[in-house]
């Protein structure tokens, strides 16, 4: 069946640095690509998607290209801030429903 | 912020009891998903909904159930809770369903003693 696998972290980066979370998936036919985030204490909010091979999405500083070579959706931000701070999940969705299929997400903890 | 309304927020249940949680939208999507969220799962779909009176199993509807008799109210019902469902539980909205952000509620904090 479908899956995705994604870094399990946590993840503590200093202010400024460079991030990225690693995130696979297994899909018999094309998904649709998502990263979502949660903040403490909130519910999930997409952050970026992609619904095709070679497709970039981006959203405020983050980015993830859809590799379908490799299967993959790595997410990357040149410089993290301390309001990053967050959990992030990868996840994929194929077919009509919508139905989404997460990865187990990332913590990521920023210092000052 | 999409009009979803989760109630309640938290609820402590003794096992063995029914529990109904209740999912409100103003935003007249069709599409209506509860997932459970657990630590080292990660969110995992318990039941949608396509439509009034239309709905399916996701990955672990085992011990739950849902309704939709209106188009704004989706109700996940715990018959007879038990431990394993300590969790918190999330409702999703979508619009279309493929390849559609879904748009997610607050939360439930479900704790069965």
């Known amino acids: 069946g479908n899956s995705v696998t994604q870094m399990e972290g946590p993840v503590t980066l200093s202010e400024e640095a460079f991030l990225t979370i690693n995130c696979t998936y297994t899909?018999?036919?094309?998904?649709?690509l998502f990263w979502y985030v949660q903040y403490p204490g909130e519910g999930l909010q997409l952050l970026l998607k992609?619904?095709?091979?070679?497709d970039k999405g981006s959203n405020k500083g983050f980015e993830a290209t859809y590799r379908k070579e490799t299967t993959s959706f790595h997410l990357e931000k040149g410089s993290v801030q301390v309001s990053d701070s967050a959990v992030y999940f990868c996840a994929l969705s194929e077919g009509s429903q919508g139905n989404l299929i997460f990865g187990k997400g990332t913590k990521l903890s920023v210092k000052p | 912020d999409a009009g979803i309304t989760q109630s309640p927020r938290h609820k402590v249940t003794e096992t063995g009891t029914p529990v109904t949680l209740r999912c409100h939208q103003t935003?007249?999507?069709?599409?209506m998903y509860w997932y459970r969220q657990d630590p080292g799962h990660g969110l995992r779909l318990i039941h949608y909904s396509y439509g009034v009176k239309d709905t399916d199993k996701g990955e672990v509807s085992d011990g739950y159930s849902v309704s939709r008799s209106k188009t704004e109210d989706f109700l996940l019902t715990l018959e007879s809770a038990t431990s394993s469902q300590t969790s918190v539980y999330f409702c999703?909205?979508?619009?279309?369903?493929?390849?559609?952000?879904?748009?997610f509620g607050q939360g439930t904090r479900l704790t069965v003693v």
């Open positions: 899909a018999t036919g094309y998904p649709s």
């Open positions: 935003e007249n999507h069709r599409y």
């Open positions: 992609a619904t095709k091979a070679d």
């Open positions: 999703a909205i979508s619009t279309s369903g493929l390849g559609t952000e879904a748009f």
